[in-house]
């Protein structure tokens, strides 16, 4: 099973600031990668797969990258509506495994 | 609009069974993969189970193999999760999600807890 590391474990930041998130892979995932953002009591939304491509309709202050087994998650001016749960998500092999989560807040 | 409904959650007693259930609309849901994710109170996602569109290919993750049985039914837009001998541990929402690679929809969730 590939373990799937995510640091920190929660970012303290300001809105209008850079939140850079990072996720670590046990082995090569490719560039089989996703990021999800989920907020209080909802459930995960898809914000980037393949590593780098934005879903549809994901606002530019998001941007992915990395391959192999480094990635990263940044948002370039953090709006409040950001403030939430990151989880990062390997596809390359199974069984998919999640990261434990950057809780962005405050 | 893509939407994913699940029901069937609830209280079990450890040792119990349960059979969630999820109704897809929006998209062609025989033409998709799916997938039943899991989120214990107050922690991480977890992977729980896969079927490929046609129900031909199916996974679990560990935790869950020889308890749990995943199934769809195409006429019916819907995919089912057979839980037995539930566990404490199983206690969680339950979310099913749709894609082979990336989850690009996910529904609401429903909650089981089991506990005596």
């Known amino acids: 099973e590939i373990v799937m590391t995510q640091s920190p474990a929660t970012l303290s930041v300001s809105p209008g600031e850079r939140a850079t998130l990072s996720c670590r892979a046990s082995?090569?995932?490719?560039?089989?990668l996703g990021w999800y953002q989920q907020k209080l009591g909802q459930a995960p939304r898809l914000l980037i797969y393949?590593?780098?491509t934005r879903a549809t309709g994901l606002p530019a202050r998001f941007s992915g990258s990395g391959s192999g087994t480094e990635f990263t998650l940044t948002i370039s001016s953090l709006q409040s509506e950001d403030f939430a749960v990151y989880y990062c998500?390997?596809?390359?092999?199974?069984?998919?495994?999640f990261g434990q989560g950057t809780k962005v807040e405050i | 609009e893509v939407q994913l409904v699940e029901s069937g959650g609830g209280l079990v007693q450890p040792g119990g069974s349960l059979r969630l259930s999820c109704v897809a609309s929006?998209?062609?849901?025989?033409?998709?993969?799916m997938n039943w994710v899991r989120q214990a109170p107050g922690k991480g996602l977890e992977w729980v189970s896969y079927?490929?569109?046609?129900?031909?290919?199916?996974y679990y993750a560990d935790s869950v193999k020889g308890r749990f049985t995943i199934s769809r039914d195409n006429a019916k837009n819907s995919l089912n999760l057979q839980m037995n001998s539930l566990r404490v541990e199983d206690t969680a929402v339950y979310y099913c999600?749709?894609?082979?690679?990336?989850?690009?929809?996910w529904g609401q969730g429903t909650l089981v807890t089991v506990s005596s």
């Open positions: 929006g998209f062609t849901f025989g033409s998709f993969e």
């Open positions: 998500q390997q596809y390359n092999n199974w069984p998919r495994t």
């Open positions: 079927i490929s569109s046609g129900g031909s290919t199916i």
């Open positions: 393949d590593a780098s």
């Open positions: 999600a749709r894609g082979w690679q990336r989850l690009d929809y």
């Open positions: 082995q090569s995932v490719s560039s089989k």
